[in-house]
Nanobody, 126 residues
Framework: EVQLVESGGGLVQAGGSLRLSCKSSGFTLDDYAIAWFRQTPGMEREGVSCLSIPDGGSTYYLDSVRGRFTISSDNAKHTVYLQKNNINPVYTAVYHC??????????????????WGRGNQVVVSS
């Protein structure tokens, strides 16, 4: 059974740093791409970053977070991380890590990803 458990959210001041973790089970990171999405009230959920180890470690970043967010993985821990630096209040959201657990899973198929966990709230204070 595919499961993704997010952790590391919370309250942080603008300009600070935060690292989210996404621990996977039921598959290995070699099998499928993992992406981080954010959800804010009244807005559509939005993919902010993706890592695809099956595609040689290719990555994707939303333009507005490129240079501030870094996605990485620790395969031995079955965990994908999203490091956020110099963050600002517009990044306040619930963050979900998501995957498409089937053949063809890549950062080019983000539209088919879904959440397998509960999400993690991040609040950035000004």
């Amino acid at each position: 059974e595919v499961q993704l458990v997010e952790s590391g959210g919370g309250l942080v001041q603008a300009g600070g740093s935060l690292r989210l973790s996404c621990k996977s089970s039921g598959f290995t990171l070699d099998d499928y791409a993992i992406a981080w999405f954010r959800q804010t009230p009244g807005m559509e959920r939005e993919g902010v970053s993706c890592l695809s180890i099956p595609d040689g470690g290719s990555t994707y970043y939303l333009d507005s977070v490129r240079g501030r967010f870094t996605i990485s993985s620790d395969n031995a821990k079955h965990t994908v991380y999203l490091q956020k630096n110099n963050i600002n209040p517009v990044y306040t959201a619930v963050y979900h890590c998501e995957t498409l657990p089937r053949f063809g899973s890549s950062c080019q198929t983000l539209g088919y990803f879904k959440s397998w966990g509960r999400g993690n709230q991040v609040v950035v204070s000004s």
